[in-house]
């Protein structure tokens, strides 16, 4: 297995609201994700810069690589690692570039959801002034957040907005920094819940279902936004419990919207529950891969162990194309 992630420091050590690359790895979250690739995969080596991963890739044809590298400051970075293994034609798990760039792109994604037949909060993409007026046909409150930003990135819980002059206001406060457009969506009262699916390579999967929470006050989150002050404290105020609500219904629709993307070994999605129905925010294809992250920790409490997980995944890539291949 060779495993692409950054690895490095952040560029700003005092995280803000500004930061721009929460969702790139650490020094510590590689180390993590390669103990546990190596739980489940006896041969893990582990690529850094993407120059040397593309000096090497004519060697890896007996390898799967698992891209797992973000970057920042450009909205096609998530399909890098990916885009690469596809010139040299190469097995990589996850998604192909452009369901990584749908995924990435929260108003694009939506179309992908209803496609499947699942809920999604309304929503504007704003891009230049004239498009905030899009704004009023919303229900506020709303909640103003990058378009194609992960991990909380430019989220704040300021970011929900009452009226149609704060949004519009912050909307376009906020292209300044985030060029790519803003996305404006009705907000959704209720419990933050996450669905984790990972596949195997007969087609079948494991699946869980999870509810965030603030440990000192459960229901905080009821109401608020989790914002990169809550996701980055040093002390992991934030937990998961187990979560009821998946029906027959909503996972055919879901295993439907994984077949719509093409090429999905895992899945995220994220929502809120309101009302008794789930109502997804986001796509998450390629989710960040510790132990204690939202897409393994809610298989783990579903009763799925990480490693097995891994080996499913990393089998399912190994399978494709009809290449000779043993773990």
């Known amino acids: 297995l060779a495993l692409i992630t950054e690895g490095r420091e952040r560029e700003n050590s005092l995280l803000s609201l500004g930061s721009r690359d929460l969702d790139m790895t650490t020094p510590e979250q590689a180390v993590h994700i390669r103990d546990l690739m190596k739980s489940a995969v006896d041969d893990v080596t582990v690529f850094s810069d993407l120059a040397k991963f593309i000096r090497q890739a004519p060697k890896l044809h007996n390898t799967v690589v698992w891209p797992h590298w973000n970057g920042s400051r450009n909205r096609n970075r998530t399909s890098y690692a990916a885009a690469i293994c596809e010139i040299y034609g190469l097995r990589y798990v996850g998604p192909d570039p452009y369901a990584r760039l749908i995924a990435n792109d929260k108003s694009l994604s939506k179309v992908f959801l209803r496609r499947a037949g699942l809920e999604s909060p309304a929503s504007v993409l704003v891009t230049t002034k004239t498009q905030a007026d899009l704004i009023s046909a919303l229900r506020f ?126 899945i995220r999605l994220d929502g809120r529950l309101w009302d008794g129905k789930l109502h997804i925010i986001e796509i998450t294809p390629d989710p960040l891969m510790t132990p204690y992250s939202e897409f393994l920790g809610t298989l783990a409490l579903a009763g799925h162990e990480p490693a097995l997980v891994i080996r499913d995944i990393v089998e399912r890539a190994a399978a494709r194309r009809g290449a000779n291949f043993e773990l």
């Open 141 to 266: 409150p709303v909640i103003v957040k990058p378009n194609m930003e992960g991990s909380s990135i430019g989220i704040d819980q300021g970011s929900i907005c009452s009226t149609m002059k704060e949004a519009k206001d912050l909307a376009l406060r906020k292209l300044g920094n985030f060029p790519e457009g803003m996305i404006v969506e009705e907000f959704v009262s209720g419990p933050e819940v996450f669905i984790s699916l990972a596949f195997d390579k007969g087609g079948t999967f494991r699946w869980g279902c999870s509810e965030r929470i603030v440990r000192e006050e459960s229901s905080f989150l009821i109401n608020h936004v989790y914002d990169y002050n809550l996701k980055f404290s040093g002390d992991r105020r934030v937990a998961l419990r187990s979560v009821d609500f998946m029906t027959d219904e909503l996972l055919s629709k879901i295993v439907q919207l994984t077949a719509d993307l093409k090429t999905i070994d895992l």
